[in-house]
């Protein structure tokens, strides 16, 4: 297929400084407001553009829109999260999740993903720099929807799901799996977020020695 070179669309206008410092995990997304055909063609024509290893060019989106398949996916989903909690907590329920663990906000995207508007699940074609190639595009999908105000949130699935999933959609076998991605307006407001000081997780020039900022 010949290449295309793509222009930076004008609804791109938020700064990249304020895109990345108010980005954050959006886990409620709200079911009453539909994204665009033209916002998805933004947000993947974003994706296309980050380096691929080696020119790769061996991600594919699978984009899924329609509301029955959301619907099945979404119960997939919760199967697979609680299916990798099970495996790392022997946690079945949310009564299990202790008190003041991250996971019990974590937790909402298991019940919430029936609701998304949109959901996007990435691939690879086989490759050995498959993953690599593949998440700096999956930042620029992440970057691109909130400049355009639109939440979103990294995820993966599990094992006991996935040849379901890949049914489901008619993926082809030999096809590698990198994260699922559902995409909405948010319910809530996005950032400021609070992280450690890069002070506290840079060495510089040598393991445990600080940043000059420190």
Same mark, same amino acid.
């Given at each position: 297929?010949?290449?295309?070179?793509?222009?930076?669309?004008?609804?791109?206008?938020?700064?990249?400084?304020?895109?990345?410092?108010?980005?954050?995990?959006?886990?409620?997304?709200?079911?009453?407001?539909?994204?665009?055909?033209?916002?998805?063609?933004?947000?993947?024509?974003?994706?296309?553009?980050?380096?691929?290893?080696?020119?790769?060019?061996?991600?594919?989106?699978?984009?899924?829109?329609?509301?029955?398949?959301?619907?099945? +996916?979404?119960?997939?989903?919760?199967?697979?999260?609680?299916?990798? $909690? $099970?495996?790392?907590?022997?946690?079945?329920?949310?009564?299990?999740?202790?008190?003041?663990?991250?996971?019990?906000?974590?937790?909402?995207?298991?019940?919430?993903?029936?609701?998304?508007?949109?959901?996007?699940?990435?691939?690879?074609?086989?490759?050995?720099?498959?993953?690599?190639?593949?998440?700096?595009?999956?930042?620029?999908?992440?970057?691109?929807?909130?400049?355009?105000?639109?939440?979103?949130?990294?995820?993966?699935?599990?094992?006991?799901?996935?040849?379901?999933?890949?049914?489901?959609?008619?993926?082809?076998?030999?096809?590698? +799996?990198?994260?699922?991605?559902?995409?909405?307006?948010?319910?809530?407001? +996005?950032?400021?977020?609070?992280?450690?000081?890069?002070?506290?997780?840079?060495?510089?020039?040598?393991?445990?020695?600080?940043?000059?900022?420190?």
């Amino acid at each position: 297929m010949e290449m295309v070179r793509l222009d930076p669309p004008a609804e791109l206008t938020m700064s990249i400084g304020e895109v990345m410092f108010s980005q954050r995990a959006t886990r409620r997304l709200d079911s009453d407001r539909s994204v665009t055909d033209a916002q998805l063609q933004i947000i993947l024509d974003a994706a296309s553009k980050a380096p691929h290893g080696g020119d790769s060019l061996s991600a594919r989106y699978l984009v899924i829109r329609d509301r029955g398949a959301i619907d099945a +996916f979404g119960k997939l989903y919760f199967e697979a999260w609680w299916a990798k $909690r $099970r495996d790392a907590y022997g946690w079945t329920s949310k009564a299990d999740i202790p008190e003041g663990s991250h996971y019990r906000l974590a937790a909402l995207l298991a019940d919430e993903m029936v609701n998304a508007p949109v959901v996007i699940l990435v691939y690879s074609k086989p490759s050995r720099v498959a993953a690599s190639s593949a998440f700096p595009g999956i930042q620029n999908l992440l970057l691109a929807a909130r400049a355009l105000g639109l939440g979103s949130v990294l995820t993966t699935l599990h094992p006991d799901v996935m040849e379901r999933v890949d049914a489901m959609f008619g993926v082809p076998e030999g096809m590698e +799996f990198h994260c699922c991605i559902p995409i909405g307006y948010p319910r809530g407001k +996005f950032g400021p977020t609070s992280r450690l000081p890069t002070s506290a997780t840079t060495s510089w020039d040598r393991w445990g020695q600080p940043p000059p900022w420190k």
